[in-house]
């Protein structure tokens, strides 16, 4: 005999897991900036994003932040709120609010201003010029040249192994 959930219980472990995602999403994004894990990933690989790419990059993963965020927060108010549900409202298969919201797939500014309206949420876009200093808010560092971080690092080798 098969045991059957409740769709109740099953919501609710849904967005028990979805709560969590966002919560160590959240606990990461305080802890590792966009520009400190950036810095990392390019100098591990040794590339360089030239300035508008990383501008663009990190523009969308704040998006994609935000998408998130306000799915919780909408499903916080609304315990009925499923990605089924928008899905249904949005005329779209449930795995395609799935990319949009998991992994951003898909983020157009029509899809999330769809989103947005399936989650019954507002939006707020603003503008605002950026100080060549700091790109990425108040409490990140300023950027690193990796080039120059680089040639740095092959100098130093280099004096190191001629003394």
């Not at 305080?30 to 894990?37: C, D, E, N, Q």
């Not at 989103?115 to 950027?143: I, Q, S």
């Amino acid at each position: 005999m098969q045991l059957m959930m409740p769709r109740v219980l099953k919501n609710l472990i849904y967005m028990l897991v979805i709560v969590i995602s966002v919560l160590l999403y959240e606990i990461e994004w305080h802890l590792v900036s966009p520009s400190s894990w950036m810095e990392s990933y390019r100098m591990s690989f040794l590339f360089e994003l030239d300035p508008k790419s990383e501008f663009v990059s990190d523009g969308v993963e704040k998006f994609r932040h935000e998408i998130r965020k306000s799915y919780v927060e909408a499903c916080e108010k609304d315990p009925e709120l499923s990605q089924a549900k928008i899905a249904e409202e949005l005329g779209v298969n449930r795995s395609v609010i799935n990319r949009r919201i998991n992994d951003g797939a898909n983020l157009t500014l029509r899809s999330i201003l769809e989103l947005l309206w399936a989650m019954d949420r507002d939006y707020v876009f603003e503008t605002f010029e950026r100080k060549d200093d700091v790109t990425h808010g108040d409490n990140c560092p300023p950027r690193v040249n990796v080039a120059s971080a680089n040639s740095e690092i092959k100098t130093q080798n280099m004096s190191f192994k001629l003394s």
